[in-house]
Nanobody, 114 residues
């Protein structure tokens, strides 16, 4: 399993950013696909996930600012992030679960300036 996230960068508060994650094989092979983040000095937290069947789940703290979606033709997983805040600054990781095992991409840094 190979994952490669991209799309991170430096943005100002209130702006939007879209993260992308290329997954190996068919994205529908994976039981769960999702996005997590880890801010400095904090634990890694789940942001959003999509089950194989298409049901998505979000961290309550996001309050509708982020949207997860996938492209089954390109085998890509996306995270649309709107109304970004300085506290969204973190390394963002895509994650997939296959046969009960979790796989992580190398992460992409998002920095939100105030």
């Amino acid at each position: 399993v190979q994952l490669q996230a991209s799309g991170g960068g430096l943005v100002q508060a209130g702006e939007s950013l879209r993260l992308a994650c290329a997954v190996s094989g068919s994205i529908f092979d994976y039981e769960i696909t999702g996005w997590y983040r880890q801010a400095p000095g904090k634990r890694r937290e789940m942001l959003a996930t999509i089950l194989r069947g298409g049901i998505s789940e979000y961290a309550y703290s996001l309050k509708g600012r982020f949207t997860i979606y996938r492209d089954g033709v390109k085998n890509m997983l996306y995270l649309q992030m709107d109304s970004l805040k300085p506290e969204d600054t973190a390394v963002y990781y895509c994650n997939v679960r296959l046969s009960g095992d979790n796989y992580w991409g190398p992460g992409t840094l998002v920095t939100v300036s105030s």
